[in-house]
């Protein structure tokens, strides 16, 4: 049973950096079949595509968040990785974690989600 | 991008069926026919219900169905029941560069 969890720190400072980890188990990270990501949900709002990485190491950013992305991945750990620059309070969401189609980046497995908020 | 266009609500009674829609552009949903719907209960993770338009993932009630025409694409569940009561979201493959959108989201109410 594929399992996803999301972890890093509920509560950081505008302007600093966010760091989160995705531990992937039941499943490698390795695999040539899926793609891996990250989906964000603001507070009583919609859910946005953030980022994905293949395999290869390839990675793919939303464009209005692209300069203040980056995702990485840590296959020995089976754990792939986001980081978020510049934070401001509109990057306050549960942030979620997600198996990806790896070729239409369709999320069939999500993590539990974690909330981050960004406040002084 | 931006993001897809659902109706904020949608209801029924238990045991008819309601239907919901998504209406994107031709950059997305009315040039591939990769639009999935997810369903999300308060608090909970997003769960897969539909892919490719109208396939069912294993496990889902076959009350569940997709449709799509043009740039819309359509979300029906039939024989309501009250754990069918969430929010529902559609995505879109939306190319290279944008890679996927999802929409503003729908909460279906059984009355």
């Known amino acids: 049973q594929l399992q996803l969890q999301e972890s890093g720190p509920g509560l950081v400072k505008p302007s600093e950096t966010l760091s989160l980890t995705c531990t992937v188990s039941g499943g490698s990270i390795s695999s040539s079949s899926y793609s891996w990501g990250w989906i964000r949900q603001p507070p009583g709002k919609g859910l946005e595509w953030v980022a994905t990485i293949y395999d290869s190491g390839r990675t793919y950013y939303n464009p209005s968040l692209k300069s203040r992305l980056t995702v990485s991945e840590d296959t020995s750990k089976n754990q792939f990785s986001l980081k978020v620059s510049s934070l401001t309070a509109a990057d306050t969401a549960v942030y979620y974690c997600?198996?990806?189609?790896?070729?239409?980046?369709?999320?069939?497995?999500w993590g539990q989600g974690t909330l981050v908020t960004v406040s002084s | 991008q931006s993001a897809l266009t659902q109706p904020p609500s949608a209801s029924g009674s238990p045991g008819q069926s309601v239907t919901i829609s998504c209406t994107g552009t031709?950059?997305?949903?009315?040039?591939?026919?990769?639009v999935s719907w997810y369903q999300q209960h308060p608090g909970k993770a997003p769960k897969l219900m539909i892919y490719e338009v109208s396939k069912r993932p294993s496990g889902v009630p076959d009350r569940f169905s997709g449709s799509k025409s043009g740039n819309t694409a359509s979300l029906t569940v039939s024989g309501l029941q009250a754990e069918d009561e969430a929010e529902y979201y559609c995505s879109s493959y939306a190319g290279n560069n944008t890679f996927r959108v999802f929409g503003t989201g729908t909460k279906v109410t059984v009355l």
């Open positions: 031709s950059s997305d949903v009315g040039t591939y026919n990769y």
């Open positions: 997600a198996r990806l189609d790896y070729y239409t980046a369709r999320p069939d497995y």
